[in-house]
């Protein structure tokens, strides 16, 4: 089917932001057409939250996201809350459940989330154009609009939003499109980088990696000012698991991130009175209670001390051992970047959007909502909130 001559809005861009802007402008009795290059609507929900959908988070707020400007998501997280969202699946009897740190997953599919905004959609008239790119966008000269040549032929509107998401997980279609338009209507795009992705390692500390693979324990992962409490996962590229997801986010390509395995434990206190109650204990068998057998093991290796009894370890001994654990430091030599990053860190610039409504301050008629935009969340549901925050906003005022 071709596109109409002649839109209000167009979206580009079928994913959570794109279809969430849609509904909120077809409420609005806006003509609204989303087009996208995929074969399927919202595939990065589908595979998301392993096929479940962390379809947002109980605890969103600002402080969850990273920005060049910490305010800039304040207006459109408080127009439209993760109570909200959470209001329209409960309307369609979606069952989902909590699972840690209040992330909401759907119980059956994240089918079920596609399925609810298609309908969404549906019923409030947009039409959905799927395997359609677009080859050119211009504004028109001395008045308001955009005209499009896209693969299913030539349309115009009054205003276009872009909801193309950004670098990560090329192999689902991601581009640089958003930049590109962004770019030509005078825009800057914050630095981008690889989001919410696992560490990867070189040499010495790779050979470690590899045989703890497997391995997996609560800690707590810190660069900066900032820290997350959650489980860590050893792989045969590095390290990986939620607090290194979280914390890659943060880190910049030159410092250490400092992990402590044993969080809210002082190690070397514990150490001291195990000498005094079991000094002939083995220092591995000690480990072993507190730590994964393997990395038990693999840390008193490291430290030469293999076969010792905690009576032969100096107090020097054990505080080497002791920050070993609360304090690990390592420099890791990378990550695995876009491939499998969640999200992408940085974008448009938000001094050049609206906070309010999400329009371009340089072009009017000129949206840009979701990944795309310099905001990004936490692991957790805050990045689809953003979405479907950022998508409403923007649905307001097209």
């Known amino acids: 089917m071709p596109l109409n001559k002649e839109y209000d809005v167009i979206i580009i861009g079928a994913g959570a932001a794109g279809m969430m802007c849609a509904i ?227 880190w910049d390509a030159a410092g250490a991130v400092t992990f402590d395995l044993l969080p809210g434990q002082d190690v070397f206190a514990l150490l001291q009175t195990a000498r005094k109650k079991q000094p002939r204990t083995n220092i591995e068998n000690i480990m072993k209670t507190y730590i994964p057998t393997r990395l038990a093991e693999q840390i008193c290796a490291d430290l030469d001390f293999t076969g010792l009894n905690i009576a032969d370890l100096s107090d020097e001994k054990l505080k080497a051992l002791a920050t070993r654990l609360n304090k690990w430091r390592v420099i890791p030599d990378g990550t695995e970047g876009y491939r499998t990053a969640e999200v992408t860190v940085g974008g448009i610039n938000t001094d050049e959007i609206s906070s309010k409504t999400m329009e371009s301050r340089l072009q009017k008629g000129l949206y840009f909502i979701g990944e795309c935009v310099d905001v990004t969340g936490w692991l957790g549901g805050y990045n689809f909130q953003w979405a479907w925050s950022s998508g409403f906003v923007a649905g307001q005022y097209v």
């Open 24 to 250: 909120e402008s077809g409420k609005r009795g806006r003509r609204t057409a989303l087009i996208d290059h995929a074969k399927k609507p919202g595939e990065k929900i589908r595979i998301s939250g392993g096929g479940r959908c962390n379809f947002t988070n109980l605890h969103c707020a600002p402080t969850a996201y990273l920005s060049q400007n910490k305010h800039f998501c304040k207006s459109a997280l408080r127009q439209y809350t993760q109570y909200d969202f959470i209001r329209m699946v409960e309307r369609y009897n979606i069952p989902y459940h909590e699972k840690t740190l209040g992330q909401l997953f759907c119980d059956r599919s994240a089918k079920d989330i596609i399925q609810m905004l298609l309908d969404e959609c549906e019923e409030h008239g947009v039409e959905l154009f799927l395997e359609t790119s677009v080859k050119t966008l211009e504004s028109i000269s001395d008045s308001e609009g955009y005209t499009l040549m896209t693969t299913k032929g030539p349309t115009a509107c009054q205003s276009i939003v872009l909801a193309t998401g950004a670098l990560s997980i090329p192999k689902m279609g991601a581009t640089g499109f958003a930049y590109d338009v962004a770019r030509k209507y005078g825009h800057t795009i914050v630095d981008t980088r690889a989001g919410l992705v696992p560490f990867t390692f070189e040499g010495e500390h790779l050979s470690a990696c590899k045989a703890l693979a497997g391995v997996a324990l609560d800690c707590q992962a810190s660069f900066g000012k900032q820290d997350f409490n959650e489980a860590m996962l050893f792989t045969h590229r590095g390290l990986s698991g939620p607090a290194v997801l979280q914390i890659s986010s943060y």
